[in-house]
């Protein structure tokens, strides 16, 4: 007859056991049910919460047709912003699905810093739908780049989650290799206009392999958040001077009014 072994812990490896236990549990109750990435209330499914989502500010006509910046009333078909006619940029059209506020902003923050990496396919799917009439004429998705040591850092391109999304729901594939960030710019936060333009002059480089996906085609330049548009204009400068047939850029979110709205 085998004796029966009971094993007894010396009381603080039991406590030990517990509380590792505990830790588990607690884990489990945070990744269960997920949270509103806007609000950290509990949700059903991923994305926001109902009363997150009722605050949402999705981006409509009318708004400039060559930039999207949303009007306040109607000025009639074909009328543009005076942005677009004073300082017109290198890219064709930009569209963007939300206005840049304090939920689009926790939306955007978690998936470029929390790792909320299920975020992507709502917004890649936001994304499609303000973009469809661009889509419906592009070649080729282009993310911004980051530069190797950031994304070192960071892990992933923010921006090429997005592309990826917008590449599922509309079928337009992805270019990752067209663009390449040459020169490791500084934060654009807290920059003005100029300086923003200055910080990202001859950042983005099309490197040789890229040439061939780039010559003659239509390119949209994908990226998180706009807020002058020298990123995504710097970008298309890059892509036109490798012939690109044209360049159109589509946005998560815009800054509406760029003086008063802060990243
Ligand atoms: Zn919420």
Redesign the pocket.
């Known amino acids: 007859m085998q004796p029966s072994i009971s094993v007894t812990f010396p009381t603080p490896v039991k406590r030990a056991a517990e509380a590792v236990r505990a830790v588990l549990r607690a884990t489990l109750d945070l990744a269960l049910p997920p949270l509103?990435p806007?609000?950290?209330?509990p949700?059903e499914g991923r994305g926001?919460?109902p009363?997150?989502w009722s605050k949402l500010s999705f981006i409509t006509r009318p708004y400039c047709e060559r930039l999207g910046i949303p009007f306040v009333y109607d000025p009639g078909p074909g009328i543009l912003s005076m942005e677009a006619i004073a300082d017109p940029p290198a890219y064709r059209r930009a569209r963007a699905a939300v206005r840049f506020d304090d939920i689009s902003r926790a939306l955007v923050h978690g998936l470029k810093y929390g790792d909320r990496l299920e975020l992507a396919p709502m917004m890649g799917r936001w994304i499609s739908h303000a973009g469809r009439e661009l889509l419906a004429e592009a070649d080729a998705l282009v993310p911004v780049p980051l530069h190797w040591r950031r994304l070192w850092t960071r892990r992933f391109n923010q921006s090429a989650m997005l592309a990826a999304a917008i590449s599922v729901e509309s079928g337009v594939p992805v270019a990752t290799a067209a663009l390449k960030r040459v020169k490791p710019t500084a934060q654009q936060v807290g920059l003005s206009r100029s300086e923003r333009a200055q910080n990202v002059q001859g950042a983005f480089r099309v490197p040789a392999e890229g040439k061939p996906v780039v010559a003659g085609r239509r390119l949209i330049v994908v990226d998180d958040v706009l807020t002058s548009g020298a990123t995504v204009d710097g970008c298309a400068r890059a892509l036109l001077r490798a012939g690109a047939a044209n360049v159109d850029v589509l946005i998560f979110a815009r800054v509406a009014d760029p003086v008063r709205t802060s990243i």
């Not at 806007?38 to 209330?41: I, T």
Request: hydrophobic share 40%; glycine share 0%.
């Open positions: 509103c806007a609000c950290r209330e949700v926001l919460c009363a997150c």
